[in-house]
C-alpha cells in the first residue's frame, strides 16, 4: 500500500491551545491536501500545497511541506472546541493523470473545553 | 465547491442482498471517485468512475462486487453486491474538476451488514 503515515494517532489538548499534525508520504507528488472528518460524516478539504511550496496560511490553519523529507505537517493554532474531528493527509501522484488520492491513517484531534 | 448529494446516507442490510448507493453533483465534474472507509480506517480509492465507459478499478477491488455506472458528467452509482459483514464500512463518493484541485466530497453511505 502507498498509504501515508501520520502521528500522533491521536492527540488531546486544551481549547486555546496549538495543535500540530504530522503526515509522512511514500513517492513523488505533485500536491498535498488536507482534510477534515468530523465523526461519521463526509470529508471537508482544508488546504491543497503544492509539491513547489513550502508553506501555506488559511485562517488558523498553517501548512508546511518538505519534499526532501516527503514530510507535512499541519498547525491548527488557537484551538477552539469545534475543531474536534480526524485531519486527514491527502496526496495525488506526481504522474500525469494520476489524479488518485492516496489518504494518510489520520490524526483524532480532541479539544478539551 | 461542487454540492454532492450522496443517498442513502446509511443502511442496514442482510447479508446476501445488494445496495445501489447513488451520488449527484449540481454541476458537471471530470473527475468522480468512490471510496470506502472501515471503521476506524482512513480512505480507500475503490474506483475511478469513468464517464460512458467502465471504471477503473484498484487492486483489491473487482466489477463483480463493486459495479460502478457513470451514465453523464453528473451522476454515478455505487453497487455492493453479496455483502457479508465485512462491507460494513462508510461509502464515499468524490468529485475534482481538474487535476490539482481539490476533491470534494459527499456525506458518504455508513452500511452496516446483519
Known amino acids: 500500500s502507498q498509504q501515508g503515515e501520520e502521528d500522533p494517532q491521536a492527540l488531546s489538548i486544551q481549547e486555546g491551545e496549538n495543535a500540530t499534525m504530522n503526515c509522512s508520504y511514500k513517492t513523488s507528488i505533485n500536491n498535498l491536501q488536507w482534510y477534515r472528518q468530523n465523526s461519521g460524516r463526509g470529508l471537508v478539504h482544508l488546504i491543497l500545497?503544492?509539491?513547489?511550496?513550502r508553506e501555506k496560511h488559511s485562517g488558523r490553519l498553517r501548512v508546511t511541506l518538505d519534499t526532501s523529507k516527503k514530510s507535512s505537517s499541519l498547525l491548527i493554532t488557537a484551538s477552539r472546541a469545534a475543531d474536534t474531528a480526524s485531519y486527514f493527509c491527502a496526496t495525488d501522484g506526481s504522474n500525469f493523470g494520476n489524479e488518485k488520492l492516496t489518504f494518510g491513517t489520520g490524526t483524532r484531534l480532541t479539544i478539551i473545553p | 465547491s461542487a454540492v454532492i448529494s450522496q443517498k442513502p446516507s446509511r443502511d442496514i442490510c442482510q447479508r446476501g442482498t445488494s445496495l445501489t448507493i447513488q451520488c449527484q453533483v449540481d454541476s458537471q465534474v471530470t473527475m468522480m471517485f468512490w471510496y470506502r472507509q472501515q471503521p476506524g480506517q482512513s480512505l480507500t480509492l475503490i474506483a475511478t468512475a469513468n464517464q460512458g465507459s467502465e471504471a477503473t478499478y484498484e487492486s483489491g477491488f473487482v466489477i463483480d462486487k463493486f459495479p460502478i455506472s457513470r451514465p453523464n458528467l453528473t451522476f454515478s452509482t455505487l453497487t455492493v453486491s453479496n455483502m457479508s459483514p465485512e462491507d460494513s464500512s462508510i461509502y464515499l463518493c468524490?468529485?475534482?474538476?481538474?487535476?490539482?484541485?481539490?476533491?470534494?466530497f459527499g456525506d458518504g453511505t455508513r452500511l452496516s451488514i446483519l
Open positions: 468524490s468529485v475534482g474538476r481538474a487535476r490539482g484541485q481539490p476533491q470534494h
Open positions: 500545497i503544492r509539491s513547489n511550496e
